[in-house]
């Protein structure tokens, strides 16, 4: 569930917002954050993924749809986790 969206980001630009689920990146099947952080893992800037969300509407009810998104440098932003290099 994404907790946290920069409004500058490609996936809010796509649509992902807060409180989305986010259920399958391409193929993958997600039901863990440790799922969702080995589907990523290898993703670099610039490759496309299709993230499937299942939000919850108005009125009641999840829907589930698909948000075609193309990867960014997520160092551009300020208040983003920061990977260590490897030595």
Request: net charge negative.
């Amino acid at each position: 569930v994404v907790q946290e969206i920069n409004d500058s980001s490609a996936a809010y630009r796509a649509g992902l917002r807060f409180n989305d689920a986010i259920v399958r990146v391409d193929s993958t099947s997600i039901s863990s954050l440790p799922d969702y952080f080995t589907a990523v893992m290898f993703l670099n800037p610039g490759d496309a993924v299709t993230l499937t969300v299942s939000r919850l509407e108005t009125n009641g009810l999840y829907r589930e749809f698909l948000i075609p998104v193309i990867v960014e440098d997520i160092s551009l932003y300020p208040d983003s986790p920061k990977k260590t290099p490897k030595k």
